[in-house]
Nanobody, 118 residues
Framework: QVHLVESGGGLVQPGGSLKLSCAVSGPTSTLYAMGWFRRVPGKEREFVAGLMWSGRNTDYADSVKGRFTISRDSPRNTVYLQMNSLKPEDTAVYYC???????????WGQGTQVTVSS
């Protein structure tokens, strides 16, 4: 099973940017996709962005399209989430996750807090 470690969260003002990283270790040859999710206390976990592990296909939640970009550094087995034009409603704990089967994410990182506030 893969091991995921997120980093890059923090406090940023509205309109600012942050870049989250997710380092992936372990058997990556069986991975199908990688995704970023977020959770706000009292709400369900929300899909943010996804990336096919073997290709360039990406997918985004409507709420972040045009502001967030998911990318992968293959040699480093690291996936990034570049977040621009951040809004207070983007405040959440962000998690990266991997899937070996389409639509089923089964390995999760510990999460990193993103707070957007003035």
């Amino acid at each position: 099973q893969v091991h995921l470690v997120e980093s890059g969260g923090g406090l940023v003002q509205p309109g600012g940017s942050l870049k989250l990283s997710c380092a992936v270790s372990g058997p990556t040859s069986t991975l199908y996709a990688m995704g970023w999710f977020r959770r706000v206390p009292g709400k369900e976990r929300e899909f943010v962005a996804g990336l096919m592990w073997s290709g360039r296909n990406t997918d985004y939640a409507d709420s972040v399209k045009g502001r967030f970009t998911i990318s992968r550094d293959s040699p480093r087995n690291t996936v990034y989430l570049q977040m621009n034009s951040l809004k207070p409603e983007d405040t959440a704990v962000y998690y990266c996750a991997t899937s070996r089967i389409k639509g089923r994410y089964d390995s999760w990182g510990q999460g990193t807090q993103v707070t957007v506030s003035s």
